[in-house]
């Protein structure tokens, strides 16, 4: 079975600073999908950023960027220019690749806050 | 865009009654729908897998008599906590495969909030 790991609970930046969030993840599965899920304060889950197992370049969205690395088993999300409007729990997530298995397993998250 | 809604957001149930809650994909077509609980400020947990037209898929652990899901249309799934007792009280969120593929992205929806008396 996945895991997926978030040592850090807490985190805390200042507004248009550069946070980094970390994440590590075991499995013996060679191809897989890896996400960052932010879920605000109205519980709502939203998709950040994606990184498929097979691709060497490090998924980028505007200020949100990953530093996958696959035999770390790493997969960190940096947050650039940090805004206030980022503040919430952020949750990374893991999915095999393929029909068979398409849950997502979470980590327990970093409640990200932001100081203006 | 694909929007997953929910409902209800709250619910506030005496022990020992059922409550059931509504998974809707809004404007497009869900085979596949995942039902999550989320303990106070813990991760997402998955409880079981909605199929269209079959049995749903539990994961170790969850009661299938106690989380009755019914995915019997393409836009709705249904979670149906039996009995309810005050341990049930928890967050519960469903999700959706946006498209056919198995790498299409999962929307969320809004989550219901459950409260057992």
């Known amino acids: ?116 | 865009g694909a929007v997953v809604s929910q409902h209800p957001s709250r619910v506030i149930c005496k022990s020992g009654t059922s409550v059931k809650i509504e998974c809707r994909s809004l404007d497009f077509q869900a085979t596949t729908m995942f039902w999550y609980r989320q303990f106070p400020k813990q991760s997402l947990m998955l409880m079981a897998t909605s199929n269209e037209g079959s049995k749903a898929t539990y994961e170790q652990g969850v009661e299938k008599d106690k989380f009755l899901i019914n995915h019997a249309s393409l836009t709705l799934s249904t979670l149906t906590v039996t009995s309810a007792h005050p341990e049930d009280s928890s967050f519960y969120i469903c999700s959706a495969r946006v498209g056919a593929t198995y790498n299409s992205p999962l929307h969320f929806g809004n989550g219901t909030r459950l409260t057992v008396t």
Do not use: H
């Open chain 1, 1 to 116: 079975a996945q895991t997926v790991t978030q040592s850090q609970p807490e985190m805390s930046v200042q507004e248009a600073e550069t946070v980094t969030l970390s994440c590590t993840y075991d499995t013996s599965e060679s191809d897989y999908y890896l996400f960052w899920y932010k879920q605000p304060p109205s519980r709502q889950m939203i998709l950040v950023i994606r990184q498929e197992a097979y691709k060497q370049q490090n998924a980028t969205e505007n200020r949100f960027s990953v530093n996958f690395q696959k035999a770390a088993k790493s997969f960190s999300l940096k947050i650039s220019d940090s805004q206030l409007g980022d503040a919430a729990m952020y949750f990374c997530a893991y999915r095999s690749f393929g029909m068979a298995d398409e849950k997502l397993t979470f980590g327990t998250g970093t409640r990200l806050t932001i100081i203006p």
